[in-house]
C-alpha cells in the first residue's frame, strides 16, 4: 500500500505519471482518457464508521449536527478481493462488477470539520478546594498517538500536553466546573480537532481526574484500487484524485492500489493514465464516480476498468473460399455457392459498434449460409451483435494470391476505446474445369463449352459400348484448369458427381481394349503442378446411362475444403450420360399387325449386317428399317443426325466417313415409290425434342451403291456436338443380276444324225432364260408378269432328271452372300392380276413348282416347274432368318422387301379333256387305186395298182386320221389365260416300228414282185429308213412338210402337224368357267404310197403282193415359244415339248395280186387307233416317252423300193 | 360381206381377203427336189383380178397382177400332205383361182404374195361356197336362217362352207329353238357328206368345249342317230357313236358327266331310240349310261 501522504511516496508517483498527464496543482486531474462531464450515477458518499459511538455528541443546537453517512446494515457483498472482515465503506462505479443493489440515497451534510473554531478564553477558576487534573488528548481509535497541544481549563489553565503521553497535567486545581478545550498543535492540527465546545469537567474536591480528550480526526485515506473488468489487478495505472486533497499516484502492481492518505473530507474526482501495457487492453472507465472521503475512515474506491473491446474474426481454417461460379445459388444444378461463416465479435463488451470492412468485389457477406441478400459493405455490427455475428462470405472473384483477401473489423462508436481493427486474411479460389464438344467432324480441337451450356445442361455423352467390338462412344475432353490466384498451394481434387462416368488419361482419347479408367479418388492435384496455360487434359467415358439429364460429371475442388460434408464445389462440367441407340431391324417377318420387325442384336448388326438391295429405278428393292430411339434418359433435347461411313473389317479395320456419293438413303416411307420422297439427309440435324416419340424414329434404309465388301456401308447415329456417330448399323449393298434359267429341251429320244451328212441330232440345244444379264434393269424386278415378262412352261414338262438349272449373280461378287431362293405365287391376294383360288387350287396343285436350292452353290437352284400358275422365282437374301422371302403382308400390302431380283414364270396347266381322235377305213383311195395300163403283149390293158391312199389331205372329213383332242389350258392371272399366247400345241406324229417290217423296223411298205421263172422268183422291195447308209430304227418323226430338209424336228411347230403346214388348226374358247381356255387341236394324216406293178430292175417281176403297214403314234404335245412364235424361232421353249396324250394309229393294207393284178385284199384297208388310256392327264415330259420331237424327219430318210434282203 | 373373225379356222372367215382370179398365163418351172421328202417348183404366172369377195383391194377388178408362186409335191412315191397355199391347184390360162388372203395391205400384189395367201381353191370348188357364205350378208343372217335359206344347195355345201358353219356353231348355244332349227338343217339327208362329216364332229367337239346343257346334247343326239342311219356316212357313225359321244355325255374324258334323266327328260322316245344305234357301235360305255 502506498500512502499519499508521503512525499516520497508521492514524488515516486509523480515520477512515474508526470510525463503523460502533468497533474494540476489546484485543480482535480481530469480523466486521462475520458473526463466524465456528469454523473450518471449519484455520489455515494464514504462511510463514516465511528468507533465509539458514545463521544459522539451532539453539536450545539445552533450547529445542526450532521450525522455521519449512516449505512444500512451490510447486504451488499464485498469484492471478493476484500476481506469480509475489512471494515470501511466501499466506494462502487458503475463498472463494479456486482452492484446488486441501488444505492442508498443520504443527506447531503454539511463538512463537520470545515470550520474549525477558535479556542474560547476563559478565566482561571479561584481555588477552593482542590482537586488534581489531567487532561488526556488522543485520537480516537489510536490511544497511542500522541499529540502536541495545547489544552486550557477554564478553571486551571492552559497546560501542553506530554509529547510523551499526551496529557497534560494541571496538577492541581480548583475544584469546580471546568471547562476544558484543547488546542491541536502541529501537523497533527490539520488531521485532527477537538471536540467541537469545551469538555466540562466538574471537579470536586479531591477529585483525580484525568479527563480524556479524543481528538476527531479531521482527514481519511482514499484507497483506489484499480481493476480490470476481468478481475485483474492493475499496476502502473496512474491514478489521479482531485478535490479538497488532491493527489496523484499509480496503481501499485499486484495490488491495483493507490493510496491516497489524510485527505480531508469531501469529493474526490479519479481520474486515470493508463499506460500502455494496461491501455492496450483495458481503457478508462466513461464515467468514475467520485471517491467520498470520510474523516477518519480509510474510504475505498474502486474503478474497474473495462476491458478494452477487441474485434475479432473468426474464420474457420483453412480460410479459403472457392469462388461462386454464374451456376452457383441457382436451381439447376442446384449447387450452393459456397459460403464460410464469418464470426464479428468484440472480445469484450462494447457499447459501440463493429464494421466490418471486405473487398466487396471480392467477397460478398451474407446473413444465412443460404440468403440470397448480401449484406451491405462495409457491415456494421451492431452492439448486441458484437458477442458473435455470423455472417456468410461466398467469394465471387479469386483473391490476388495466397491469403490475399483481407477482412477487417473495427470496433467504434463505443464509450470504450476499442482495441485496433482486426484483420483476417482469407484466400478465393476460383476453380475451373472445362468440358469440350465433340471433336469437329473434320477435324481439329474440340471446342469448349461455353460456361453457361457447360453446367446446364452440361455435356452430354454416349454410354460406352459394353466390350472392345462396340467401343463407338467418344470421349469427351475435360480440361482441369490451374485454380486461381496461381500462387493458389492447395491441391484440386476433381470427383465425378456420379458413378457413370469414368475418366482415362490425355492419351486416352479412342477407346480401346485394354484401357481402364483413373480410380477417381486419385484425382487430386497440386495447383503448381497444373500447367496454367492448358490445364490438365482427361478423357471422360460414359459409363452408365444417367437416370436423368445432368445428374452427373465431374466437380473440382479443393482438397480440405468441405461444405457440408463434401468437397465444396468450384466448378463443375455436368455430364449426362445418353443412350442413344439406332436400332437395325431384320426385314420384317410377320405382317405389321404383329408388330415392328425383329432388331438385329447389337453384335449382329455389326456381323451379319443388313442386306439392301441396290434401288432401282422403279423403287422396288425393299428399305430396312432402322430405328432412333428415343435417346435416354428422359428429358434429353437436342439434335441428332446420321452419318454414313464405309468401313473395311478385313485385312485390318479401317473407315472414312463419306460426304458425298452416300451408299444409302435414308426415307421416313417404309416403300420406295416413284412419288417424291423427302430423304433424311445424311449429317442434317434430326430434331430430338422433348416430345420425341416413346417407341423411337422409324426410318428405312435404301441402298444406293453397291458395296464392294461386306457390311462396308455403314451407319452412325450422332448427337450433335456429342459424338459423331456412337451407335452402328451396318449394311451391304447387293445387286443381283444375270439371274438365269437353263431350260432343258426335249432330247431327241435316239440320238443320231439329223440326215445324211447332216450332224447329230443331239444334243438340242438348251434356252436360256435370262433376267438382268446386263445388270438389273427396272423390269427386272418388277412382279408384274406384263412389265416383267415371265418365262412361260407347261406344267410338269421338266423330267425330274433334267430340271431347269438356276443361276444367278450377285455383287459383290465371291463374298459368299448367303443367297437364298424363294418361289412365291403371283396371288390374287397380292395383286389383282394373280391367280385366282380357282388356279391355285387346281387339282394336284401346289405353290411350289419344284424349285430347289443347291445345297452346294447358293447360286444355284433347280426347278421342276412342276406346279400351274403364276410365280415368282426370286433369289433373295433373307434378311430376317425365316428362310422365306418375305413379299407384302397379309393385305397384299408391300413390306420392305429383302433384297431380291425376279423370274417371272408362268407354268401352264394342259389337261386333256376329251380325245376325240378318229380314224376311217375308207377314206381317201379306200384301198388301191388302179390305173388301166396298156401292158402291151399278153398283158393288154390291166388295172395296175398305182397308189393307195387313206385320205385326201384336203379338210374334207376324208382323212385316215383326224387327231382331234380338247386340251384344257390354264394359265395365270385372274382369267387363267396369262401365258397363253405363249403356249403352242399340234400333233407329233411318229413312224413307229411295224411288226410286219421285213426290215424288223420301221415301216412295212413292202412289195414282192414275182418273176416269172419256175418257179417265179420272188423279189421283195422294202422302205427303211436310213441316214448315212445306216438304216435306222423307229419311231421316227413324221411331221409337217414345209421346208428344206434337216428342218423338221427342229423345235416349235416343226414337230407337230403331218399336213402341209407346221401348224396344226387350233380353235380356242375361253372356258365355261372362266379360267383359262379349251383347246381343240386337230390335225390329219391320209399315209398313201405310189404302188408299182413291176419291180424297178427287174421289168418281168410283176407284184404279186403289196403291203401298206405302218404304225403311227401321234401325240398332242405343246410347247412354248416366248416370242410368239409357233415355229422353230430359237426362243424358250421352243424345243421342250409335253405330251398331253398320245394315240397310236395303224394303217393295215395288205393285198395279193395275180399275173394279171387282180388284186386279193388281204387286209385292210383299215386305220386302227389305239387312244390313250388317260385322256385327262395332265401334260408329262416328253422325254423318256418313246416320242421322237428331233429329226431326222421319216420322209427325209426314207428310202423307197429297196430290195430286200 | 363376209364378216373378218381371225380367231377361226374357217378360211372364208379368218382371211382379209378373198378373191377370184383367173390365170391369163403362166409359165411353170420344172420340178426341183428340195428335200427327201419334196420337190418344188415355180409359176410365174399372170392373174386377172376378177371378183373381190373380201376385204379391199386398191386395184380394180380386171387388173392384172404377175406373181411367181411355189408349188409342192412329194418327192417320193410316199403321199403326204405338202405345203403351200398354191400346190394344191392347177394354175393354167383360163384356171379360175379362190385365193384366201390375210394380209393388212390392200395391194393385189401384195395379198397375193409370200406368206399372205392362206388357201386356193380353184373357183369351181370355192366359189359355190364362197357364195354361200355370202348370202349371210350384212348383218349376218343367224346361221340356221343361213341354212334354211340355202336349203336348196345343201348338198353343194363344200369343205369351206362346212368349215364356215362350224365356225359359227357357238352362237347356237344360247336358244334351243336356233339349235334345233340348225339342226333341222343338218340332219337333213340332202346335206353334202363333206358338210355332215365335217360339221357333226365340229358340233361335239364345240359343245364338249362349251359345255353344252342337256336340251342341246339331246337335240344332237337325236341329230345323230339320224344322219348314221343314212347311207354312206363310212366311219361317221362309228366316230360319233363310238368316240364324240360318250365324250360329250362325259361318259369319257373330261367333260362334265351328264345325267341321262336330264338329258331324256321329256324325250323318251329319243332314249328308247337311242338304244339300237348304241348297240351297233358297241358304245358300251353310253349305253350303261343310257341305262343308269
Known sequence: ?1205 | MIRYDPNVNADLLRSTHILLLTVVSSQTGPWVKVSNRTQERRVDAVFQFDRLYKGEILEPTGSLVSITVSQFAPAGPFITGVPGPWSPVEIVPGARLVVFSISGIRELQAVLSGPQPQRVESAESAVPDVDLALLAGTPELSLPRLLAESADRKQSYGPLFAAYISARLPELFARIEDFDAFMRQIENPALSGVARRIVFPDLYSRMIMLGAKPPWIARLMEGTFRIIALPDTGDLGRNLIGTYLPRLLGVKGGANLQRADEIFAGKPGLRDSAQRPLEAFGAVEVLQWLRS
Open chain 1, 1 to 1205: 500500500m502506498c500512502r499519499s501522504g508521503s512525499k516520497k511516496s508521492k514524488s515516486k508517483s509523480n515520477s512515474k505519471v508526470a510525463p503523460q498527464t502533468p497533474e494540476p496543482e489546484s485543480e482535480p486531474a481530469a480523466p486521462t482518457s475520458a473526463p466524465v462531464t456528469k454523473p450518471s450515477r449519484p455520489v455515494i458518499p464514504p462511510l463514516a464508521m465511528p468507533t465509539r459511538t458514545a463521544w459522539v455528541e451532539p453539536l450545539p443546537p445552533s450547529r445542526p449536527v450532521i450525522p455521519l453517512l449512516v449505512l444500512p446494515p451490510r447486504t451488499l457483498p464485498l469484492p471478493q478481493q476484500f476481506p469480509a472482515s475489512r471494515p470501511g465503506p466501499i466506494a462502487t462505479c458503475p463498472y463494479a462488477t456486482q452492484p446488486t443493489s441501488p444505492p442508498v440515497a443520504v443527506e447531503e451534510a454539511e463538512p463537520v470539520l470545515a470550520d474549525v473554531p477558535p479556542p474560547i478564553e476563559t478565566p482561571p477558576p479561584k481555588p477552593v478546594e482542590q482537586a488534581r487534573l489531567k487532561v488526556k488528548v488522543s485520537i480516537q481509535g489510536d490511544p497511542t498517538h500522541v499529540f502536541a497541544s495545547q489544552v486550557t481549563s477554564s478553571l486551571a489553565g492552559s497546560k501542553p500536553t506530554d509529547t510523551n503521553t499526551g496529557i497534560a497535567d494541571f496538577g492541581v486545581v480548583a475544584v469546580g466546573k471546568h471547562n476544558i478545550t484543547v488546542v491541536v498543535q502541529g501537523k497533527d492540527a490539520e488531521k485532527f480537532a477537538p471536540p467541537r465546545g469545551a469538555v466540562e469537567v466538574t471537579l470536586k474536591d479531591g477529585d483525580d481526574e484525568t479527563v480524556p480528550v479524543v481528538l476527531a480526526p479531521i482527514t481519511g485515506d482514499l484507497e483506489v484500487t484499480v481493476k480490470g473488468a476481468d478481475n485483474k489487478l492493475l499496476g502502473k495505472v496512474g491514478v489521479k484524485v482531485t478535490g479538497t486533497t488532491p493527489g496523484d499516484t499509480p496503481s501499485a502492481d499486484g495490488t491495483g492500489i493507490s493510496e491516497f492518505l489524510d485527505r480531508k473530507e469531501g469529493p474526490y474526482k479519479i481520474a486515470l493514465t493508463l499506460p500502455k501495457s494496461v491501455s492496450d487492453d483495458y481503457a478508462v472507465p466513461p464515467k468514475i464516480d467520485d471517491a467520498q472521503v470520510v474523516v477518519g475512515q480509510k474510504n475505498q474506491a474502486v474503478v474497474i476498468l473495462p476491458l478494452r473491446p477487441a474485434p475479432k474474426i473468426v474464420v474457420a481454417d483453412p480460410k479459403i473460399i472457392i469462388v461462386k461460379q454464374d451456376y452457383h445459388g441457382k436451381d439447376k444444378p442446384g449447387v450452393k455457392p459456397h459460403r464460410i461463416p464469418v464470426i464479428l465479435s468484440a472480445a469484450a463488451d462494447y457499447d459501440g459498434e463493429g464494421k466490418f470492412t471486405y473487398p466487396a468485389d471480392t467477397v460478398k457477406i451474407y446473413d444465412k449460409k443460404d440468403g440470397t441478400v448480401a449484406l451491405p459493405s462495409p457491415f456494421i455490427v451492431k452492439k448486441d451483435e458484437l458477442g458473435g455475428r455470423t455472417v456468410y462470405m461466398e467469394a465471387i472473384k479469386n483473391s490476388s494470391g495466397m491469403e490475399a483477401t483481407d477482412l477487417k473489423l473495427e470496433l467504434e462508436k463505443g464509450t470504450i476505446s476499442p482495441k485496433p481493427e482486426v484483420t483476417e486474411k482469407i484466400t478465393c479460389v476460383k476453380l475451373k474445369v472445362e468440358i469440350y464438344k465433340s471433336r469437329p467432324a473434320a477435324g481439329g480441337d474440340p471446342v469448349k463449352l461455353a460456361d453457361g451450356p457447360k453446367v446446364d445442361p452440361g455435356r452430354p455423352i454416349l454410354e460406352q459400348g459394353p466390350d472392345g467390338d462396340h467401343f463407338f462412344a467418344e470421349r469427351a475432353m475435360l480440361v482441369l484448369k490451374q485454380a486461381e490466384p496461381a500462387s493458389f498451394t492447395g491441391k484440386l481434387a476433381l470427383e465425378p458427381i456420379s458413378g457413370g462416368v469414368e475418366m482415362f488419361t490425355s492419351l486416352q482419347e479412342k477407346p480401346e481394349k485394354g484401357q481402364t479408367a483413373i480410380d477417381a479418388t486419385t484425382l487430386v492435384f497440386a495447383n503448381a503442378d497444373i500447367d496454367a496455360a492448358k490445364g490438365k487434359t482427361f478423357w471422360v467415358q460414359g459409363k452408365s446411362v444417367s437416370a436423368k439429364m445432368s445428374d452427373t460429371g465431374w466437380v473440382v475442388g479443393v482438397e480440405g475444403v468441405m461444405d457440408d460434408g463434401k468437397t465444396a464445389e468450384g466448378d463443375r462440367a455436368t455430364m449426362t450420360v445418353l443412350k442413344a441407340e439406332l436400332v437395325l431391324h431384320k426385314s420384317r417377318a410377320v405382317i405389321p399387325a404383329d408388330g415392328e420387325p425383329a432388331a438385329f442384336t447389337a453384335a449382329a448388326k455389326l456381323t451379319e449386317a443388313r442386306y439392301l438391295h441396290k434401288q432401282d429405278g422403279a423403287k422396288q428393292h425393299g428399305r430396312g428399317m432402322i430405328t432412333i430411339k428415343k435417346v435416354k434418359p428422359d428429358g434429353f433435347e437436342g439434335k441428332l443426325f446420321l452419318n454414313c461411313w464405309t468401313v473395311k473389317y478385313a485385312p485390318a479395320y479401317s473407315e472414312t466417313k463419306v460426304s458425298a456419293s452416300y451408299g444409302l438413303k435414308i426415307f421416313k416411307e417404309e416403300i420406295a415409290s416413284g412419288a417424291t420422297q423427302a430423304e433424311q439427309a445424311f449429317d442434317a440435324d434430326i430434331d430430338h425434342p422433348l416430345t420425341f416419340a416413346v417407341d423411337g424414329m422409324k426410318l428405312w434404309v435404301q441402298g444406293e451403291t453397291v458395296s464392294t465388301e461386306l457390311r462396308d456401308v455403314q451407319i452412325r447415329l450422332g448427337v450433335r456436338d456429342v459424338d459423331k456417330g456412337c451407335d452402328r448399323d451396318n449394311f451391304t449393298v447387293v445387286r443381283f443380276k444375270k439371274l438365269k434359267a437353263d431350260i432343258p429341251s426335249t432330247p431327241a429320244n435316239i440320238v443320231r444324225a439329223t440326215i445324211t451328212g447332216g450332224g447329230s441330232n443331239s444334243p438340242v440345244a438348251r434356252h436360256e432364260f435370262k433376267i438382268a444379264d446386263a445388270g438389273p434393269a427396272d423390269k427386272d424386278c418388277n412382279e408384274k408378269f406384263a412389265t416383267n415378262e415371265p418365262l412361260v412352261l407347261v406344267e410338269n414338262c421338266i423330267p425330274d432328271d433334267d430340271r431347269i438349272n438356276l443361276t444367278v449373280e450377285v455383287e459383290p461378287a465371291g463374298k459368299s452372300i448367303p443367297v437364298r431362293w424363294s418361289v412365291q405365287r403371283f396371288s390374287h391376294v397380292a395383286d389383282a392380276q394373280g391367280d385366282p383360288d380357282a388356279i391355285i387350287n387346281l387339282t394336284g396343285n401346289s405353290n411350289d413348282p419344284g424349285l430347289v436350292a443347291d445345297t452346294g452353290d447358293p447360286l444355284k437352284a433347280t426347278l421342276r416347274a412342276n406346279a400351274a400358275g403364276s410365280f415368282h422365282i426370286r433369289p433373295y437374301i433373307d434378311c430376317n432368318g425365316d428362310n422365306k422371302y418375305n413379299h407384302n403382308d397379309d393385305t397384299g400390302k408391300r413390306i420392305d422387301r429383302e433384297p431380291f431380283l425376279i423370274m417371272n414364270v408362268q407354268l401352264i396347266r394342259v389337261q386333256g379333256v376329251s380325245n376325240l381322235t378318229t380314224t376311217n377305213n375308207t377314206a381317201g383311195t379306200n384301198g388301191t387305186e388302179k390305173t388301166a395300163q396298156d401292158l402291151g403283149g399278153a398283158f393288154g390293158v390291166l388295172q395296175v395298182p398305182t397308189r393307195i391312199s387313206t385320205g385326201d389331205f384336203a379338210s374334207t372329213g376324208n382323212d385316215a386320221v383326224h387327231m382331234r383332242n380338247i386340251a384344257r389350258v390354264i394359265g395365270g392371272g385372274p382369267d387363267g389365260k396369262r401365258g397363253l399366247n405363249k403356249l403352242f400345241s399340234g400333233w407329233a406324229n411318229n413312224i413307229q416300228n411295224c411288226a410286219t417290217s421285213p426290215t424288223g423296223a420301221g415301216l412295212d411298205i413292202t412289195h414282192v414282185f414275182s418273176e416269172a421263172t419256175t418257179p417265179p422268183t420272188l423279189h421283195t422291195t422294202v422302205c427303211y429308213f436310213e441316214v448315212n447308209t445306216v438304216k435306222i430304227s423307229a419311231p421316227v418323226l413324221d411331221s409337217g412338210a414345209y421346208g428344206p430338209g434337216g428342218t423338221e424336228g427342229t423345235g416349235g411347230n416343226t414337230a407337230t402337224s403331218t399336213t402341209g403346214s407346221n401348224d396344226c388348226p387350233c380353235t380356242k374358247t375361253d372356258h365355261a368357267s372362266g379360267i383359262g381356255q379349251q383347246w381343240e387341236v386337230t390335225n390329219v394324216d391320209s399315209p398313201g404310197f405310189g404302188i408299182n406293178g413291176f419291180h424297178p430292175t427287174i421289168p418281168n417281176a410283176m407284184l404279186s403282193r403289196f403291203r401298206f403297214n405302218i404304225n403311227f403314234r401321234c401325240d398332242f404335245i405343246f410347247w412354248t415359244n416366248l416370242q410368239g412364235a409357233s415355229d422353230n424361232t430359237d426362243s424358250p421353249a421352243c424345243r421342250l415339248y409335253s405330251s398331253v396324250s398320245t394315240n397310236y394309229w395303224d394303217v393295215r393294207f395288205e393285198a395279193t395280186y395275180n399275173n394279171r393284178f387282180v388284186e386279193t385284199v388281204v387286209d385292210g384297208p383299215r386305220v386302227v387307233p389305239t387312244l390313250d388310256g388317260n385322256e385327262t392327264r395332265l401334260a408329262a415330259p416328253v422325254k423318256g416317252g418313246g416320242l421322237e420331237t428331233r429329226l431326222p424327219d421319216s420322209l427325209d430318210t426314207l428310202k423307197t423300193h429297196m430290195p430286200w434282203p
